[in-house]
């Protein structure tokens, strides 16, 4: 073999050594990089108008209830689902939750607000067909509105507790957790109208728990359900939602609506249409402010 050959084979070994080191060095230095994977989204975005919330149930059972094993750590401030979960008045899982008024009367419910976008148009249309409805409030959204809560009070509307932060999971936490959860709600609404009365209190998701009904009465609030569920938080438009009201509403029926969470001028044209039919056939009522 000639010394030129030698050398050109020894360079073609450093040259491999080389490409070897280089390559086991990337591999080290990948491991020891963090994950850069997007986490899973919490199901709450931001606007200028406010929290929007996830529109479909998101903890495993229907309704986005967390399962029996859940815990908190693994639940998480689950934001993530809409009340509008499919369960209806004759479930065993409502823990004694109000699905009916209780009297010939029907009522209108608004969840997740207040918003600054949609809430004063749900407030303008009930004013025009004189209606008193009531007002399931984020606590988060209270302490940003608090013009809006004084607002529906003003206007003759009942308040309701509706959680801090939408916590479809909240039911599945320590009582304390739950009560802390109620009482910093409470003191939102109240910060805006500081004499109105809050004895309703409704579980995001309609995900109910003897815990969170039990905390709830402890604090001298009635939990509350529904009877009637458009699914509006799905935005099926404003023909789906009338439709769906106008067929099921009955004497006693809760109806479940939502003035906030995200795009609800959907909503808003239903109602708009069901106004004046409903006003027909029914007396409505914004439910009672006295403790039951």
């Not at 990948?30 to 199901?43: A, Y």
């Not at 009338?242 to 808003?268: C, F, I, K, M, N």
Request: charged share 15%; proline share 8%.
């Amino acid at each position: 073999m000639t010394r030129g050959s030698s050398t050109a084979r020894a360079a073609g070994i450093v040259t491999l050594v080389v490409a070897g080191l280089l390559g086991s060095a990337y591999v080290l230095g990948r491991s020891l990089v963090p994950d850069q994977t997007p986490r899973q989204s919490t199901g709450v975005t931001t606007s200028a108008d406010g929290p929007h919330y996830a529109d479909q149930p998101g903890l495993g059972e229907p309704g986005g209830a967390p399962s029996a094993s859940a815990n908190a750590a693994e639940t998480g401030p689950a934001e993530a689902g809409q009340d509008g979960s499919g369960r209806n008045a004759g479930d065993d899982n409502l823990f004694g939750a109000h699905a009916t008024t209780g009297t010939p009367r029907l009522a209108l419910t608004f969840d997740d607000g207040p918003d600054p976008r949609y809430t004063p148009q749900v407030l303008d249309l009930l004013r025009e067909y004189d209606v008193r409805a009531t007002f399931c409030v984020v606590g988060e959204n209270a302490q940003n509105h608090p013009e809006l809560v004084q607002s529906i009070v003003d206007a003759g509307h009942t308040l309701c507790n509706h959680s801090w932060h939408h916590d479809v999971g909240l039911g599945a936490r320590s009582a304390d957790a739950i009560r802390s959860d109620l009482l910093r709600t409470n003191a939102a609404i109240r910060a805006a109208v500081p004499n109105a009365p809050i004895v309703w209190y409704r579980q995001p998701g309609g995900a109910w728990t003897y815990p969170v009904v039990s905390v709830a009465q402890q604090l001298g609030m009635t939990p509350l359900h529904w009877s009637v569920d458009p699914s509006d938080w799905e935005l099926p438009g404003a023909n789906k939602i009338t439709a769906t009201v106008l067929s099921q509403a009955e004497p006693g029926s809760v109806v479940l609506l939502h003035d906030a969470g995200g795009d609800r001028q959907g909503t808003v044209e239903a109602l708009r249409r069901i106004l004046p039919d409903l006003t027909a056939r029914f007396e409505l009522e914004a439910l009672s402010t006295d403790p039951t």
